[in-house]
T-cell receptor, first 116, second 113 residues
């Protein structure tokens, strides 16, 4: 296993366009998380899955954001009608259960979104 | 609500000197506490965690952290800093009844030769 993979690494899009990001977690991990990170801030929680079930979604997440994890494997995060304020690094992480019994979260390298 | 604070945006130390990166957390249930490190253009990497037991926990690259329940702190330490320790460090808290970890805003550690 090569860790958590995110694709693409960088995405530049025009305001109003839709974008979709993909995350492939560690195969043994049943939990998958999406976080957003902006300059000078720590990772901000967006949503998480346990297997294929989306268990929590941040109240900060508008209706333009949607995430899926079909079959409990890879996950996609879609942003519709992008706005300049969506520009950020989108991080995916996975863990075995809550991460407390193992080595916490394993993070991918992130997808950097720039909305112009 | 769970929260964590890192009061210092930046910490500067000379190589060979001891370093401390501070973290405090809000009290709500039983916290699991973590430190992660982020190098430029890399994802966050797990350093160490406190779950229960000995208040002093040891992790990767010679780092250790001390859990202090009365002060609600979990400071990251290293006896002798290396230039290669220069990076962005994040403290995170996970409560057993919550589903996800909450991260601090990070502290940039710079170790000068």
């Amino acid at each position: 296993d090569t860790g958590v993979s995110q694709d693409p690494r960088h995405k530049i899009t025009k305001r109003g366009q839709n974008v979709t990001f993909r995350c492939d977690p560690i195969s043994e991990h049943n939990r998958l998380y999406w976080y957003r990170q902006t300059l000078g801030q720590g990772p901000e929680f967006l949503t998480y899955f346990q297997n294929e079930a989306q268990l929590e979604k941040s109240r900060l997440l508008s209706d333009r954001f949607s995430a899926e994890r079909p079959k409990g494997s890879f996950s996609t995060l879609e942003i519709q009608r992008t706005e300049q304020g969506d520009s950020a690094m989108y991080l995916c992480a996975s863990s075995l259960n809550s991460g407390g019994s193992g080595y916490g979260y394993t993070f991918g390298s992130g997808t950097r979104l720039t909305v112009v | 609500a769970q929260s964590v604070a890192q009061p210092e945006d930046q910490v500067n130390v000379a190589e060979g000197n001891p370093l401390t990166v501070k973290c405090t957390y809000s009290v709500s249930g039983n916290p699991y506490l973590f430190w992660y490190v982020q190098y430029p253009n890399r994802g966050l990497q797990f350093l160490l965690k406190y779950i229960t037991g000995d208040n002093l926990v040891k992790g990767s690259y010679g780092f250790e952290a001390e859990f202090n329940k009365s002060q609600t702190s979990f400071h990251l330490k290293k006896p002798s800093a290396l230039v290669s320790d220069s990076a962005l460090y994040f403290c995170a808290v996970l409560y057993t009844n919550a589903g996800k970890s909450t991260f601090g805003d990070g502290t940039t550690l710079t170790v000068k030769p």
